[in-house]
Structure formats: structure tokens, C-alpha cells
């Protein structure tokens, strides 16, 4: 037997990594996506400049993670590395991380504490807020060799980004210009990303990170899409989390229609009560499938919100999860046209009992890289992934609830996914 990567090799087929000047949006418009915007290396170089160099909040830390002066983390703004520093002062900083001098990365720790940068290649060093502070040598050695005269270290920190942070969550744009966080959020994002953030003080539970290998656009389609949740995971419409027949909507922000909430209020039974008609649609519900530890699907209603579940995609770089009483975040990180890198953070509040933190941790078996609900999404995105980098058909459709875009109160609609796509056009030029 041998293997699809043995036979035909990873690579991408030549017609879909063209150069832009030769690719056009087919004539259907939003009901049908060209394969070559998860393919092509221009298309993904484009995407870095104007979507996350551009006019876009990217999330970058939680406060919380960065709790006294002198913590840092290692994050991203797409695939660009940055730091998040807490200074002596209190305040948070976002610079690049990348030496002044060379380019060499600074910091390779994933997070920690210090009390300054020093770059690894020539030990420049940096203060918590990115201004240079120190150059070996800066004056040569007898005399000899060293700066100019004129060398002043005020020009010559790192790049600082702009930040803004909302109840604890950090977010950072290289443009100057971008609108204020609760404008760009919506009230319709921001009505359920409060009920999580609502300014209780957060306690890091744990971290995953994983490759996932697809498109990083991906990810925004698999939480705007809640058609493939009633059909592809057996654990959610088994046990009622979000199955066609609940309460449930796809939440669309009224702004440009980036952002997206999926929500689904939970059966108050522990088994889903499912008709036969929509079984007969459903080939993951399994009649007989059962918990052994029933506690792994008990809601502590701790919110005000209509919702048991609400899955959370703020463009362009953040998912805020909030299934049932698991909560956490999932930072996308993209790694070229073809693989994304996904850094999670999962947290409780600092008022949780230990009680709560173990159900919290139990619960977390839903999600994650292995999680009962995660493993089978990462698998299904890698396959979509290689079919489209293999194959010679070049489009794929998006019919579902006709033409329309924004918020649906139906599950069998790919309105959000349109609306997604309507705003990647502009920002793009396609």
C-alpha cells in the first residue's frame, strides 16, 4: 500500500499557486470560493500585508498572562512575531521581536520574566518597553571602530505596534489608524465576548499548541459554518450541545461582517431529543452511544446569556470559546498558504472553587488539538486542504441559504461564511 503523500507528493498543483494578475473570482460571485486563495503564495503574502499589517485588531495576550512587571510572552500578528511586555509601571507593550541591529529574534522563550531584552547575536539589549538601551562596544575600543558620533538610541528601538486591550484581553495593530477596539468589535460581538470577559480576574488553566495543516482562513469558515456540526461531530448533536431543532443562531456582525458568533442553547436533557426525520439526515447520531462520567456534560449556568455555547471569531486572528463552562481562547497563527499553527489558552475565574476548576478541566476534553470535538475538525480541515491543492477542479460552492449574507437563525446556512468572504474581497482587491 502506499500512501497519497507517497504517490503524488505534498505539492501544491502549478495552476493553483498562479500569480494574481492571472487569477479572477468566478462570475457567481459569493456563492462559489476559487480554490487558489488557500493555495497561492502571492494571495497569502497579500493577506499578510493588508489583513494583518493593515487597518485590523489582532489579538496578541490575555492580561493575565502577563500579571507583574517584567512578564513577557512570545506572540504573533499573523506569522510576524511580537512580544507582549508588562512594564515597570504597569502598562503593556507591543513591539516586534526582532533585533534593531540585525534581525535576529530576541526572544525564544514561549513566556517568562526579565528585566530586559538582549538580543542573543551581538547582546544589544532593551528595555520592557522596546527602547534600546544598550550596544556593546558602542564606542569602539581605543578609539577605534564603534558608532558615529551621531548614533542616538532613541532612533533605533523596536518596532512598537498600537495597542488597545478590553477586561483584560490585548490587542495590537501595526496601523495607527485602525478605528477604536468597540467599533471595530460590534455590539453584536461584544454583547457575548463581555459575557466571558466581564471583568472577573482570569486564572491561566493550561496551554495546547498544534499544526493544523490548512489555510488559516479555514478556521473562520469552520466556526461560521454550523451546517458541518450537525452532521460531522457525533458528540454534539448526541448530547444535544448544538444539533439542528435547538435554539440556536449564526451571529453576524452588522458592521462589515468579518466577525461571527455560533450559538446554541444546550437540551435540558443529557441525551438530545432528535426526530426521526432529522436522524434519518444525521449519519453521526448514534443512538446508543453513552458518558460513562456523566459530569463531563453538566452546565453551571455562570453567565447572563441565552447561550449554553457560543464559539466566537473575531477577525482576524482570535476564537473565543465558550462551550458550556470550558472557556479559553485560540490564537491563529498563519504559517504560509497551506498550514496554520494554533496556540490555545484556557482559563477559569480567580473566584473559582476547586470544585469548579476541576470541572473546568474535565470539561476541557471537548476542545483541543485531541479534544472530542477538536480532533475531528482538524482532521476534516486537512482534507479539505489537500483536496484542493491536488485536484484539478479550481472552486468550491457556498449555496446554502441562497444569497444571503449576515446573521442566521437557521444551522443549515453559510450566510456567515458569504459575508466573511464579502469583506476579504474588498480589503483584498479581488
Not at 476559487?34 to 493593515?54: C, K, L, M, N, Q
Not at 486564572?203 to 460531522?232: Q, V
Request: aromatic fraction near 10%; charged fraction near 25%; glycine fraction near 8%.
Amino acid at each position: 500500500m502506499y500512501s497519497s503523500e507517497v504517490l503524488f507528493g505534498a505539492q501544491t498543483l502549478p495552476q493553483k499557486n498562479r500569480s494574481i494578475a492571472d487569477l479572477e473570482w468566478p462570475a457567481e460571485g459569493l456563492q462559489t470560493i476559487p480554490d487558489w486563495i488557500y493555495t497561492s503564495e502571492e494571495i497569502y503574502a497579500r493577506e499578510v500585508e493588508r489583513i494583518f499589517r493593515g487597518k485590523t485588531w489582532n489579538f496578541v495576550a490575555l492580561e493575565a498572562e502577563i500579571p507583574s512587571p517584567g512578564d513577557f510572552k512570545r506572540s504573533y500578528v499573523g506569522p510576524i512575531p511580537v512580544i507582549v511586555s508588562r512594564g515597570e509601571d504597569g502598562s503593556v507593550s507591543v513591539f516586534e521581536n526582532r533585533c534593531a541591529h540585525r534581525g535576529a529574534e530576541l526572544c525564544r522563550e514561549s513566556r517568562g520574566s526579565v528585566k530586559e531584552f538582549v538580543c542573543p547575536y551581538h547582546q544589544w539589549s532593551y528595555d520592557l518597553k522596546g527602547n534600546l538601551q544598550g550596544v556593546p562596544f558602542k564606542r569602539g575600543v581605543n578609539k577605534q571602530g564603534g558608532m558615529p558620533r551621531d548614533f542616538d538610541n532613541k532612533q533605533h528601538g523596536l518596532l512598537k505596534l498600537t495597542i488597545a486591550c478590553r477586561n483584560g484581553v490585548v490587542f495590537a495593530s501595526f496601523d495607527p489608524e485602525t478605528e477604536d477596539l468597540e467599533t471595530y468589535l460590534t455590539p453584536e460581538i461584544i454583547k457575548d465576548f463581555d459575557a466571558v470577559f466581564g471583568g472577573k480576574k482570569l486564572r491561566i488553566l493550561g496551554f495546547y499548541k498544534n499544526e493544523i495543516p490548512c489555510n488559516w482562513k479555514m478556521y473562520h469558515e469552520n466556526l461560521k459554518d454550523p451546517y458541518h456540526a450537525t452532521l460531522l461531530h457525533s458528540f454534539l448533536v448526541v448530547f444535544g450541545l448544538l444539533v439542528a431543532g435547538n435554539k440556536s443562531a449564526m451571529i453576524v456582525d452588522s458592521g462589515v461582517g468579518r466577525h461571527g458568533t455560533m450559538a446554541s442553547a444546550k437540551s435540558d436533557t443529557l441525551y438530545a431529543k432528535v426526530t426521526d426525520e432529522n436522524k434519518k439526515e444525521m449519519r453521526s447520531f448514534h443512538e446508543g452511544m453513552q458518558l460513562r462520567d456523566e459530569r463531563l456534560l453538566d452546565f453551571v449556568k455562570e453567565f447572563e446569556s441565552e447561550w449554553s455555547v457560543t464559539m466566537q471569531t473575531i477577525w482576524p486572528n482570535l476564537i473565543v470559546q465558550r462551550e458550556m463552562n470550558t472557556l479559553g481562547v485560540r490564537h491563529i497563527v498563519p504559517n504560509g498558504p497551506n498550514s496554520m499553527i494554533m496556540l490555545w489558552t484556557m482559563f477559569g475565574y480567580e473566584g473559582d472553587d476547586d470544585e469548579m476548576v476541576r470541572h473546568r478541566l474535565r470539561q476541557g476534553n471537548l476542545m483541543g488539538p485531541a479534544g472530542f470535538l477538536g480532533l475531528e475538525d482538524n482532521e476534516a480541515m486537512k482534507f479539505v486542504q489537500e483536496g484542493m491543492r491536488r485536484s484539478v477542479s479550481e472552486r468550491n460552492i457556498l449555496k446554502l441559504d441562497g444569497d444571503k449574507l449576515g446573521t442566521a437563525d437557521s444551522l443549515i446556512s453559510e450566510a456567515a461564511i458569504r459575508s466573511m468572504y464579502k469583506h476579504y474581497r474588498e480589503v483584498m482587491g479581488l
